[in-house]
């Protein structure tokens, strides 16, 4: 799959002289971009379909402001935008191929200045790897969103107002961290590649588009993170138990929201569970 192409490496950006940083990017996002970035959390769903809508609703934004941005960052959203729908219409003619290497070759120039709106096209290739690829093995894209960003966020601060400046990249690294603790839980054979401030960039409209209650993401997180080993049994069984507690009895819940938090809430307690009876082997070799 081309998609796979994208490895860490090459996604691991040079810093230079030339690269922006937080001053070459408007200090003060519009009226407008702050109403588009609240449309997006309220009516762009968590899914393929929505990530492709919030690339096309930025793409729009930055032809229709006044923002100013490097002509390889406006072409690569562009070049994204197209070959994206051209996946989605399950093209594979010499068009779609072209579409998609002239979307890596952009991506690859934006890289190489460093500029935050290459995390636009990291975000929708790591997209694809996640809804075509194998599951799970999407981590090259997300070790390199996290190269970049580390070139212009080194706290919290500094993330709240990289996100301020460009409209929908709070919600493109949603989804990268979002990715991050499944596909850790998924390989159990890597670490976490983002912090903790980094995943307060996930809102209560987030965690209610993916149907995942808050408190079972945090148990998520902190299976993803710790050995077996090392894990308190007693609080990771309480923690456990109090998934199961709160499921939701009902015959038939109404909603999607409250079968996805059922299952949700049913995983993070089998997978608790499970690591309290993982042979040490499989996480760790002992000491000789």
Same mark, same amino acid.
């Given at each position: 799959m081309g998609e796979k192409t994208t490895s860490a490496t090459?996604?691991?950006?040079?810093?230079?002289?030339s690269s922006p940083s937080l001053s070459s990017i408007p200090s003060e996002p519009s009226h407008q971009h702050r109403q588009i970035q609240t449309n997006l959390d309220s009516k762009i769903p968590i899914n393929l379909y929505g990530f492709i809508d919030l690339l096309s609703h930025f793409s729009q934004e930055i032809q229709s402001s006044k923002q100013e941005l490097p002509d390889e960052a406006i072409e690569l959203i562009s070049r994204t935008l197209s070959f994206a729908q051209s996946r989605l219409q399950g093209t594979d003619d010499k068009d779609?191929?072209?579409?998609?290497?002239?979307?890596?070759?952009?991506?690859?120039?934006?890289?190489?200045?460093?500029?935050?709106?290459?995390?636009f096209g990291i975000g929708t290739f790591a997209m694809f790897e996640v809804c075509c690829g194998p599951?799970?093995?999407?981590? /090259?894209?997300?070790?390199?969103?996290? *190269? $970049?960003?580390?070139?212009?966020?080194?706290?919290?601060?500094?993330?709240? +107002?990289? @996100?301020?400046?460009?409209?929908g990249l709070a919600d493109v690294l949603a989804y990268l961290v979002w990715f991050d603790v499944t596909g850790t839980l998924v390989r159990e054979d890597a670490s976490l590649i983002f912090d903790d401030w980094h995943r307060k960039i996930l809102t209560p409209t987030f965690f209610e588009s993916v149907g995942c209650p808050p408190d079972t993401f945090d148990l998520f997180v902190d299976l993803a993170r710790?050995?077996?080993?090392?894990?308190?049994?007693?609080?990771?069984?309480? /923690?456990?138990?109090?998934?199961?507690? *709160? $499921?939701?009895?009902?015959?038939?819940?109404?909603?999607?929201?409250?079968? +996805?938090? @059922?299952?949700?809430r049913s995983a993070s307690a089998l997978l608790s569970f499970a690591r309290l009876n993982t042979p040490p082997s499989k996480y760790h070799t002992p000491p000789s």
């Open positions: 090459k996604f691991s950006p040079r810093a230079s002289s779609s191929i072209q579409s998609h290497l002239t979307a890596l070759a952009n991506l690859s120039k934006v890289i190489e200045s460093a500029h935050p709106v290459a995390l599951f799970g093995r999407w981590h /090259r894209h997300l070790q390199g969103a996290r *190269s $970049l960003l580390d070139l212009h966020c080194q706290n919290q601060a500094d993330i709240d +107002a990289l @996100t301020q400046q460009i409209p710790s050995n077996p080993i090392e894990s308190n049994i007693v609080d990771l069984s309480t /923690r456990a138990m109090d998934q199961i507690l *709160s $499921l939701d009895t009902t015959d038939n819940p109404t909603t999607d929201r409250a079968l +996805a938090a @059922t299952v949700y």
